[in-house]
C-alpha cells in the first residue's frame, strides 16, 4: 500500500518514543530462558518482536499477552527449550535481530529447529553468526551462501574467545547467549564498541557479565557458563532509532517543536542526537528515569538551521540505523554532507546506500552513492524539492525517512510501500498525526 506525506507549515506535540527494538528481542528472549516468572511492559508490538515472542513459545516457554505492552512470560528454566512440533519452522519474518540472536540462545540447548525469514530476510548473509557458533559446537545446515532457510541442531557447547572481524551487536549477543550454557567462560573481543543492551539486560536479569574496557579498541565482554537468569519485572525503554524521525520531523519543520519522552539514553545508541547537534540541530534532552539497565531521557527537538558536516566516523555505529533519516536531515542542511565507515548498510534490509541515494535523487536533492556511504548535497531550510515517488525496497526505515521528508518537502513525497512499518514501529502513523503530519495512505 502506497502512503503520501504532503508539506506542513508547522509541527508541535509529545510523543513517548515506542518501545526499543533491539531491548524488546532481547526481554523476550532472556524471559524465555530464565526461572520462574517474568512481567514485561513497554515491549514493542511490532512484526518482529512479536515473531521473537512465537519463536520462544514454540520452544517451550509460557507466553500471554496480558495488555498493551505487557507481557507475561514463563521461562524454560534450567529444563532447556524444547524442540518445535513437525512443521513448526521459527519464523523471523523481516527481523535479522531476532534470527541471529536466537541462533545464539537455542544453540545452547538439546533441540532442532529450522529458522525461516521472508524474502529479504532470506537475503541477508547469517555466516558471521553461524562461524562462531559453530566453534563452540552448535551444528547448522543453511541455504546456499549461508543464508535462510538454516537448520540449527544445539547441544553441549564449549566457551571460546572470540574476536569478531567487525563490530557488530548481534554476532556479540549471539555467542554471549550461547555462553550461558557453554562449558568455561565464553569472551568476546570487540574491534570497537557497539550497543551493549545484552549486557546491560543480562545483569539485570541476575547475570555477571565482565566487562574490560580497552584505550584504542572496544571492550572486552566475557559471560561465565550455567549461570542461571531469574525471572523479573522488565520495563523496555523507548527506542532512540524511532524517535529519531519525531526529531528529525520537529528539525526541518518550518517552524515548531516537539517532545519525545521515555527514550533510551545509551551512548551505543545516541549517535544521532551527537551528528545532528553537530549539524546545528536545536536539542535539549532531560533525565526521564530508568529501564531495566537502562537510563532514559525525554528530549525537545526545535525547527533548526542546519548546516552540513563531515561525519566522524566513530559515530556510525551507534546510529548505524538512522542513516536513512539522518541523510534526510542532510538534504535540508546548507551544504554538504559527507558519511563514511557505513559498509554494514550493504546488508541491511535493503542495500541501504543505494536506497538512500535513490530517495534522495528522485526528490530532487543530489547525492553521490560511495562504497561505505553518501554525500550528500543539501537544499537548505524547506529547500527540497520533492515530488518523488520512493521505491521502499521493502526496507521499514526507508519508508519512514521518506515521509518525514514529504512533511517539510516543496511538493509531496510518496512511498510505494508501507506494510513493513508494521515491523518495526507500529504507532508510526499515530505519531506522525499527533505532530502535524499530514500523511495519507492508499494507492
Not at 333 to 338: E, H, L, R, V
Request: proline share 5%; hydrophobic share 45%; with cysteine.
Amino acid at each position: 500500500m502506497r502512503a503520501t506525506s504532503r508539506p506542513v507549515a508547522r509541527i508541535g506535540g509529545t510523543v513517548r518514543a515506542p518501545g526499543d527494538k533491539s531491548c524488546s528481542h532481547r526481554a523476550v528472549m532472556m524471559a524465555a530462558v530464565a526461572e520462574g516468572v517474568s512481567t514485561v511492559t513497554g515491549l514493542l508490538e511490532g512484526e518482529d518482536v512479536l515473531n521473537t515472542a512465537k519463536a520462544v513459545k514454540a520452544l517451550g516457554a509460557g507466553v500471554v499477552r496480558t495488555g498493551p505492552g505487557a507481557w507475561r512470560i514463563e521461562g524454560v528454566g534450567s529444563g532447556g527449550f524444547s524442540s518445535p512440533g513437525p512443521g513448526s519452522d521459527l519464523d523471523f519474518g523481516n527481523s535479522g535481530t531476532g534470527a541471529r540472536l536466537m541462533m545464539g540462545l537455542v544453540g545452547g540447548h538439546d533441540v532442532s529447529a529450522t529458522f525461516t525469514g521472508d524474502a529479504s530476510l532470506s537475503s541477508r548473509p547469517m555466516e558471521r553468526v553461524l562461524k562462531p557458533l559453530r566453534e563452540m559446537g552448535v551444528k547448522a545446515e543453511t541455504a546456499p551462501g549461508g543464508r535462510l532457510p538454516a537448520l540449527i541442531h544445539g547441544g553441549k557447547l564449549k566457551a571460546i574467545r572470540y574476536a569478531p572481524p567487525e563490530a557488530s551487536a548481534q554476532v556479540k549477543s549471539a555467542v554471549m547467549l550461547a555462553g550461558l550454557r557453554a562449558e568455561g567462560v565464553t569472551i568476546v573481543e570487540e574491534k570497537e564498541a557497539t550497543r551493549d543492551h545484552t549486557e546491560r539486560m543480562l545483569r539485570a536479569f541476575g547475570v555477571e557479565v565482565g566487562i574490560e574496557e580497552r584505550q584504542g579498541a572496544g571492550p572486552v565482554v566475557s559471560v561465565r557458563g550455567g549461570q542461571a537468569l531469574k525471572g523479573m519485572a522488565a520495563a523496555v525503554a523507548g527506542d532512540p532509532s524511532s524517535a529519531a524521525f519525531a526529531i528529525a520531523l520537529a528539525l526541518v519543520s518550518g517552524e515548531g517543536e516537539a517532545t519525545i519522552t521515555g527514550m533510551l539514553d545509551n551512548r551505543t545508541r545516541t549517535g544521532f542526537l551527537d551528528a545532528a547537534a553537530a549539524m546545528g540541530a536545536d536539542l535539549r534532552s532531560e533525565a526521564d528515569g530508568q529501564a531495566t539497565g537502562e537510563d532514559t531521557v525525554r528530549v525537545i527537538a526545535r525547527a533548526s538551521n542546519l548546516k552540513g558536516i563531515t561525519l566522524d566516523p566513530a559515530l556510525v555505529p551507534s546510529m548505524i540505523d538512522e542513516l536513512p533519516i539522518f541523510a534526510v536531515l542532510a538534504s535540508f542542511a546548507d551544504g554538504k554532507t559527507k558519511v563514511t565507515g557505513a559498509a554494514e548498510l550493504r546488508v541491511k534490509e535493503s542495500d541501504r546506500i543505494k536506497a538512500i541515494c535513490a530517495m534522495l535523487s528522485v526528490n530532487g536533492v543530489s547525492v553521490e552513492e560511495l562504497p561505505d556511504g553518501f554525500i550528500v548535497t543539501g537544499k537548505g531550510p524547506r529547500g527540497v524539492p520533492g515530488g518523488g515517488l520512493v521505491e521502499t525496497r521493502h526496507d521499514h526505515r526507508i519508508a519512514m525517512s521518506a515521509l518525514v521528508m514529504g512533511a517539510a518537502a516543496k511538493s509531496p513525497v510518496s512511498v510505494d510501500d508501507v506494510a513493513m512499518i508494521a515491523t518495526s514501529y507500529p504507532d508510526f502513523f499515530d505519531h506522525m498525526t499527533a505532530l502535524g503530519a499530514n500523511v495519507i495512505q492508499g494507492d
